[in-house]
């Protein structure tokens, strides 16, 4: 006997009953099974509620620009077939002559039997033949000569009509205009080269559009396989394939595809990422050419799946693109700056509020050009303030006097006190701002960082700490004063994006003692133009970044102004940056002063500096008058052989100047020196004053600043 005792109801339901036997010392429950919601076989729903991970557009479909890419190589498609058959007009006119003739002759050929009564012919020989064996035969004989002049008037009448066509044809060709000619003859010969066409013959040539690169499933498999991501087969069996989530398919100037690897073969999409130069060779390209990346969860994929893009040829070569900020009216650095383009010709933007950058590469590969984008920027915005050095001392930055509240030029011993100055100036700004954000209320600063409305009512401008060469001041430096500086850089890009400074420093050799790796260790965002091995890529970039595909070594001299550009631990793109000559900066840093002038917010060096007043104005000073006030910035006086030699560091074409002639453009310009000796270090050589050069400028310049 059993009882059967309810289970107390829990949520308002009761769950399964439990019998009790009396003589069990154990309660047995009676198991009900698991529902399955929609996977169990037997739900006939199961196919309508399983939604398939499968993107319901194809992939040229899924976005405005991949239409749009694909509409421009269909353009381009029709032009090379356009230009592909007009260059062949001559050829195709012969052919469509010889073509012509071949099916006047087929048709002549062809009507030859109705021209000449031939379906008559067989009667009228029978007859003739039944005659010659019957001669007496006169009913016979009869016959044969009616049905003899019968095929006589036919011939007559058929053969009248096909010359009548013929010379009407003739007559009218004659008489119509020549362009009526032309088509009466277009006309005529179409349809006689369509009858002359064969198997063995063709009016237009039937081209195939050359594709430098090609790609098919069983390419990439070959590929990945000889680059040891896949296994081999044995035997018959050519081993584990990857499976293609979309493509290969045609996507603008290349082939894209996304794949998963295999799974069993304890390879990731890392590994393929590490493989790219061997993959490359084994398609047939250059490294350059072939874009591979990671598809993260986010995006639908896992760490075996990988998203590649392999183009037709060299993506970043070709003339630049220029700066859409030199048509800019204004911008705000609070938006993301506009940077350049991918392989693919997509714009790539770089956010640098709260985030520092590094620039690394080799000289002459457009670095400087570069690192000049994010100060443009930041130029068209004048709640921005600039503070500038430059430790080669050249005219990359020398318009940046218009605007920059602190400019150093050079590594000379003046220039370095000026920069250990300007450092120490920003590191007091920067903790006045940290004391004057902790006191401002959470309903105004909530995050205790700046914020755009902060910025304009407590006069609080943005702050670019902008350093190029950064090697050149390193080198340049006592140990300790190298040491100081070093940490000085570290607190600035360490705390100070809270307070609103961007850094943004550059040097050509990125390694431990030109700059240390607790400085770049700190940096966020990093660009890279060609540097000579995957080492000194990492040291720019990050450390093992080449091995996931962040490999600036790729790159050759023929890709000025283009890097790799690293913004986070995983996220990299090779950026063709915009082009940004200098008359366009000389410009924008003209423009910056207007605006500045304008809020009232040119301060610092920019406000005494008489040359940029001077380009501002309309005054014109002798360019040797401008440089020599340049280049002596930073002190009140200077031997003339120092002179010299910052002259020529400035400007090559000083490299020729001598003492005597240096003084002779000076006094046309109208320096008058007052001495011609001057004291500097316990040394008394002759040199100039900077006193006497801006003696020579128009006073009223120097009452406007």
Not at 14 to 25: I, R
Request: glycine residues 8%; proline residues 7%.
């Amino acid at each position: 006997m059993t009882d059967t005792l309810p289970k107390p109801a829990i949520n308002g339901h009761h769950e399964p009953k439990v019998q009790l036997l009396k003589f069990a010392p154990e309660p047995v429950v009676e198991e009900t099974p698991e529902v399955e919601a929609v996977d169990r076989a037997d739900n006939p729903l199961v196919d309508w509620l399983t939604v398939p991970d499968v993107p319901i557009l194809p992939a040229w479909a899924r976005s405005a620009a991949s239409l749009k890419a694909n509409t421009v190589a269909l353009g381009r498609l029709c032009m090379w077939h356009t230009r592909y058959h007009l260059l062949r007009m001559p050829k195709y006119a012969f052919r469509m002559t010889w073509l012509a003739a071949r099916g006047l002759w087929r048709a002549v050929r062809g009507l030859w039997p109705t021209l000449t009564a031939h379906d008559q012919t067989a009667p009228v020989k029978a007859l003739r033949a039944q005659v010659k064996a019957n001669p007496q035969d006169v009913e016979l004989a009869a016959k044969y000569a009616l049905a003899h002049r019968q095929r006589t008037i036919t011939r007559r009448w058929r053969w009248g009509a096909a010359a009548t066509a013929v010379a009407a044809a003739a007559a009218g060709w004659y008489l119509a205009p020549p362009l009526l000619q032309a088509g009466m003859t277009a006309a005529a010969m179409a349809p006689l080269a369509y009858l002359g066409l064969g198997e063995d013959a063709q009016l237009l040539d039937n081209p195939t559009p050359p594709l430098r690169v090609d790609m098919t499933a069983q390419q990439l498999n070959d590929a990945l396989r000889a680059a040891g991501l896949l296994k081999q087969g044995k035997g018959d069996d050519e081993g584990p394939k990857v499976t293609c989530v979309m493509g290969p398919v045609r996507d603008g100037r290349g082939w894209a595809v996304i794949f998963d690897l295999p799974k069993g073969g304890g390879k990731t999409a890392a590994d393929v990422l590490a493989k790219r130069t061997a993959i490359a060779a084994e398609l047939g390209v250059d490294e350059i050419q072939v874009i591979a990346s990671r598809v993260r969860a986010a995006a639908g994929g896992n760490a075996g799946r990988v998203s590649m893009w392999v183009a037709d040829d060299d993506p970043y070569l070709g003339s630049p693109n220029p700066s859409p900020l030199v048509k800019a009216e204004t911008f705000s650095v609070w938006d993301p700056i506009p940077f350049g383009q991918d392989a693919r010709g997509n714009r790539i933007t770089v956010p640098v509020m709260w985030q520092s950058l590094f620039f690394g590469g080799l000289p002459r590969r457009g670095k400087t050009f570069t690192q000049r984008l994010m100060t443009a920027a930041g130029l068209l915005d004048p709640y921005v303030r600039h503070y500038v050095a430059d430790g080669k001392g050249g005219a990359d930055w020398m318009p940046m006097k218009a605007v920059a509240h602190r400019l150093v030029m050079g590594a000379e011993d003046d220039a370095v006190e000026a920069l250990k100055a300007m450092l120490k100036e920003l590191l007091a700004e920067m903790e006045r701002r940290f004391v004057l954000l902790r006191g401002l209320p959470v309903s105004v600063c909530p995050e205790g960082k700046l914020t755009p409305t902060i910025v304009e009512k407590y006069n609080l401008p943005i702050i670019f700490v902008t350093i190029d060469e950064l090697q050149e001041y390193f080198t340049a430096m006592e140990r300790d004063d190298r040491e100081q500086v070093i940490n000085d850089l570290c607190r600035i890009a360490r705390r100070g994006p809270a307070a609103g400074f961007i850094c943004n420093f550059a040097s050509q050799r990125p390694d431990a003692d030109s700059v240390p790796t607790k400085l770049r260790e700190i940096i966020t965002l990093r660009y890279c133009t060609q540097v000579v091995d995957q080492t000194s890529s990492d040291m720019v970039l990050g450390k093992g970044k080449a091995s996931q595909g962040a490999d600036a070594s790729v790159l050759s001299e023929e890709h000025k102004g283009t890097g790799v550009l690293v913004t986070g631990p995983a996220s990299f793109v090779t950026v063709r940056a915009d082009f940004l000559p200098g008359p366009d900066f000389a410009d924008l840093c003209q423009r910056g002063r207007a605006l500045r002038q304008k809020h009232n917010q040119l301060t610092g060096d920019a406000v005494q500096d008489v040359t940029a007043a001077a380009d501002q104005a309309g005054f014109t000073i002798a360019p040797i008058l401008s440089d020599c006030l340049t280049v002596m910035r930073h002190t009140a006086r200077m031997h003339t052989v120092d002179l010299l030699q910052r002259l020529e560091n400035l400007d090559e074409d000083y490299g020729d100047w001598d003492a005597e002639r240096l003084a002779r453009e000076l006094e046309d310009a109208g320096v008058k020196r007052t001495t011609k000796q001057v004291n500097i270090g316990g040394k008394n050589l002759a040199g100039y004053r900077r006193e006497d050069l801006e003696a020579a400028v128009p006073p009223e310049l120097l009452d406007a600043r």
